[in-house]
């Protein structure tokens, strides 16, 4: 006699926890690489975008490629029931002081907010730039189509705001166009400032620069490679905290560290086809980008790019020299790479935005101990927590631990000199906070 067993597993245990959340696949599968071409087509039809071009022109400058990117947001908002608050926000920029400046001008950014159900004051924000320029950043009326700087992080973030809209979210999602990039920053500063002074509780941003090109001047072709550069620690620490990273350690897990971390693993989780490379570095060697100024007043911010650029493609006048041809044109996009990086960055919005606050206070204990010991205050929303750990020269979170909805939870058996630690809180839905690393020391 044949015996048979049935065994039946229920379809919400795959979710939970963080192992699998069939949404993130259908949001990957909805980015459109014909949308992000059409996109960036018609940016690089204006001309140039320079943040000093023509404001006036509905064909040609700046001035019309914000007043379209506006008028997108808005015609996706109709489309999700007016789930948009679009919006400009702007500063006043002066020649005075600034050698990059040639006339005094508004630097306009277009922000389209996708609000919370549960906390509409948490943001996690997706950015590109609007503006582009060529050799000469002060000659604001030549061609300058940037095409790939960065019609390509703009044309990227719109793509997102029409996929994600079709969802709801616990926290808010931002999408912005940011403008004075090429200037210094002015946009992202602007920005930043104005979220502090409306006491915004931001999740991270997730600033976009150049996400279409895979032939690099080095002669590589890669399309699944991509970098996210982030800053060790935050510049605004206290001397204390200093100090007490000296002895406690942290010098690698700053709020920005931990933002890469997270995107590396959720792209490796639900796009194991990429390779997310973290770059220990706040942007590429001496330059900046528009995080920056969010991670200047103590938000965590990270810089999404290709990893292989063209500098014959960037910040030239379109021409051809000894048979090399110049500038940030269209025909050298890789749209179906720029979509990769473009659902790169959807699921980890849909991600950061569908789970619960990370906790605000970790206190780690085990000193002189054969365990390590672990005390947080718990979160409106978590259901339960993760205790991550990774050898002290690991780059990733490599081992975890789900220890159910308690505020404190002793890992026998592991010792607390040989190991990082950190804490992520999990909703219901299985959706996970970053890791917040230990920021208080207990003794028992």
Known sequence: MKYYFLIVVMTTTISFYGQSNTQLYEIIDAVSAQS??????????????N???????????????????????????????????????????????????????????????????????????MSGDIDSRAS????????????????????????????LTNYKFESSIVYVGLSGEEQGLFGGAGLANYAKEN?????????????????????????????????????TETERQRKMRR?????VDGISRQLARYIHKTTRTYMPEMNPMMVYRLDRFGRGGHHRPFNDLGYAGVRIMEAHENYNQQHQ?????????????????????????????????????????????????????????????????????????????????????YVGNVSEYTLDGIVIDNYFFGIASVGENGYESVVAFPNAVFRD
């Not at 002895?247 to 010098?251: H, P």
């Not at 849909?350 to 619960?356: E, K, R």
Request: one cysteine or more; a negative charge; aromatic letters at 10%.
């Open 317 to 401: 006048d379109i021409r051809e020299e000894n048979g090399i041809k110049y500038g940030d044109v269209i025909e050298h996009v890789n749209f179906d790479y720029a979509k990769k990086l473009t659902a790169v960055n959807a699921i980890n919005l849909a991600s950061l935005a569908s789970a619960p606050p990370a906790p605000d206070k970790v206190a780690i204990g085990g000193i002189v101990q054969p365990s390590a010991k672990f005390k947080w205050d718990k979160v409106d929303g978590a259901t339960g927590y993760k205790i991550y750990w990774r050898d002290t020269t690991s780059p990733t979170w490599d081992h975890s631990k």
């Open 36 to 49: 992000i071409e059409k996109d960036i087509q018609t940016l690089a039809d204006f001309g140039t975008r």
């Open 199 to 235: 006491n915004w509780d931001i999740i991270g941003v997730l600033n976009n620069d150049m996400i279409g090109n895979i032939k690099g001047v080095d002669g590589v072709i890669d399309n699944r490679t991509f970098r996210i550069f982030s800053e060790p620690v935050p510049p």
């Open 51 to 125: 943040t000093f071009s023509d404001t006036i022109s509905e064909t040609r400058g700046i001035g019309a490629a914000r007043r379209w990117i506006k008028q997108e947001f808005e015609t996706i908002s109709k489309n999700c029931n007016n789930c948009l608050d679009v919006f400009y926000q702007k500063d006043f920029v002066t020649k005075e002081g600034n050698d990059r400046v040639p006339h005094d001008a508004w630097v306009v950014n277009v922000v389209a907010v996708q609000r919370g159900t549960k906390y509409p004051n948490r943001y996690v924000i």
């Open 247 to 251: 002895f406690f350690g942290g010098e």
């Open 136 to 163: 000469n950043t002060m000659d604001f009326t030549i061609d300058a189509p940037g095409a790939n700087d960065n019609a390509s992080g703009m044309a990227g973030t719109m793509e997102a705001a029409r996929v």
